[in-house]
């Protein structure tokens, strides 16, 4: 519910995961900076994804193409024309809003089809003023800019809205330099950016934000195969990595609200609970059919094809698309992991504590080492041990506060194991491991504890 929304954004702006974009003079709307803990957990959804879809697989490679690419491949892959939203502007309150949305808002209240008419004469949802909105416009989705120091060369080049045409506009070289036959697939992860006319939800929609994108290219026949196989593996790789299944459902897009390169998508969704919502896009899965690369073939005459010499046939490989938000999926995982929950203490009463229970790969923080104080005699066991477990992985020390308090941070961020280090220890030459699951401590030896954590923590 929007409640537990509210409450991730402010434990992510309190603990340093995610923070308004350039803040101190206002920030940008809807435009977030992932802080020092946040970055850890975006790069690990992100290792997570390549693991998953390129390393763990013989029939997939990895690619990183630019943000950048000749202003024909927008043209070509139909979003010059197509990904554009037809906007309408209310003269008293200067808003913006996307045609479209009016007419199905208009539709789901009324049962009923809006036309031009009487959507110009519509009250404006933000400030009530009625007729005040003007005819509609079109607004690409692109970003778009300029290179090179010519003024006079006035058009621009666009930002990349997906990843994935530089998978297609590289699919010769891919397919020729890796001796790749279909079924084969091209994974990348990276920066795109889209004009979003209501930007917002925190991290669910911003105007630049990181994409993961397999493009597989498979035969004609078998793309429904292979369609219905990458809805499963992506979403088994969700609950995978923790999110509980309940959270996840299918969405079939209807086929008169296809994108215009779709012949099929199926969206993984996941119940966010916005406001007004419960359920909303987490990644989406396309068959793109051969719409991109026939289009590429025809615009430069380079044949995007591939001639399978077993059957003595050439074809144009069908494209299933895979493609999720790092954000979207951060968020996904950060709302699934968090929990509030109350134990029993020593004294007999009970202690809430809040846990973010990360599975132990996405964990920012993998171990905590906390002295039970600052006392000099500790200092220098507290940092040998500190010193040994980051050789392996990114670790907190913390010394200052009250332990009950320094557990209940890193609970809160999601670690899943602290390391005490105690005036005991100087004599038997070990720590005591916290489960931030089960609170269960255990005693481990120094000499054994990189191999406990290591165990425990593989994956
Ligand atoms: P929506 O309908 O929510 O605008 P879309 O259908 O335009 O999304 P796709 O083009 O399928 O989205 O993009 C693939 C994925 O990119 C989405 O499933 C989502 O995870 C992510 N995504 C899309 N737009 C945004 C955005 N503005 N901010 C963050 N992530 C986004």
């Not at 490679?61 to 950048?68: E, F, H, K, N, P």
């Not at 005040?132 to 989705?141: M, Y």
């Amino acid at each position: 519910d929007a409640d537990r929304i509210d409450t991730i954004v402010r434990l992510c702006r309190a603990r340093g995961l995610v923070y308004p974009s350039g803040e101190i003079y206002g920030g940008v709307r809807a435009a977030w900076d992932y802080g020092p803990l946040g970055v850890e957990l975006k790069e690990n959804v992100k290792r997570q994804w390549w693991k998953a879809v390129v390393h763990g697989r013989d029939d997939v490679v990895g690619l990183d193409t630019s943000v950048i690419l000749p202003r024909e491949v927008w043209a070509a892959s139909g979003h010059v024309e197509e990904f554009v939203a037809l906007l309408v502007q209310c003269t008293a309150c200067h808003h913006r809003f996307p045609a479209a949305e009016l007419v199905e808002e208009y539709r789901a209240r009324t049962g009923e089809e809006l036309d031009e008419r009487a959507l110009l004469a519509l009250t404006c949802p933000d400030c009530g003023s009625r007729g005040r909105f003007t005819q509609p416009s079109l607004s690409s989705g692109m970003l778009a800019t300029r290179l090179g120091p010519d003024e006079a060369d006035d058009s621009p080049y666009h930002l990349r809205p997906e990843t994935a045409q530089g998978a297609f506009v590289n699919f010769h070289s891919v397919q020729a330099t890796g001796r790749r036959r279909p079924p084969f697939g091209v994974g990348q992860i990276g920066k795109v950016f889209r004009n979003e006319v209501t930007p917002g939800d925190f991290l669910f929609r911003s105007r630049e934000f990181e994409l993961m994108e397999l493009a597989y290219f498979v035969p004609p026949d078998q793309d429904e195969h292979w369609h219905r196989y990458w809805i499963d593996a992506r979403t088994d790789w969700y609950t995978g990595l923790g999110v509980d299944r309940q959270n996840l459902r299918h969405y079939p897009h209807p086929a008169d609200h296809l994108a215009h390169y779709s012949r099929r998508t199926v969206d993984v969704e996941y119940r966010f609970g916005f406001p007004g919502r419960e359920w909303d896009e987490l990644e989406g899965i396309a068959n793109r059919g051969d719409f991109d690369l026939d289009a590429h073939a025809e615009r430069t005459g380079v044949d995007l094809s591939y001639y399978d010499r077993a059957a003595g046939s050439r074809y144009r490989p069908f494209v299933i698309g895979p493609s999720v938000g790092v954000g979207r999926a951060v968020l996904a995982f950060l709302l699934d992991a968090y929990t509030e929950e109350e134990t029993p203490n020593p004294i007999g009463g009970v202690d809430r504590r809040v846990v973010l229970r990360l599975d132990r790969r996405l964990a920012p923080v993998k171990v905590g080492v906390l002295p039970v104080s600052r006392s000099p005699d500790l200092a220098p066991q507290a940092a040998a041990v500190t010193a040994e477990l980051r050789r392996s992985w990114n670790v907190e020390f913390d010394d200052s506060g009250a332990i009950g308090r320094r557990y209940r941070r890193q609970d809160e961020i999601g670690t899943p194991f602290c390391v005490t280090v105690d005036f005991d220890g100087l004599l038997d030459h070990a720590v005591t491991v916290r489960d931030r699951d089960s609170l269960v401590q255990e005693r481990v030896s120094l000499d054994k504890l990189n191999d406990y954590l290591a165990f425990r923590l593989r994956g």
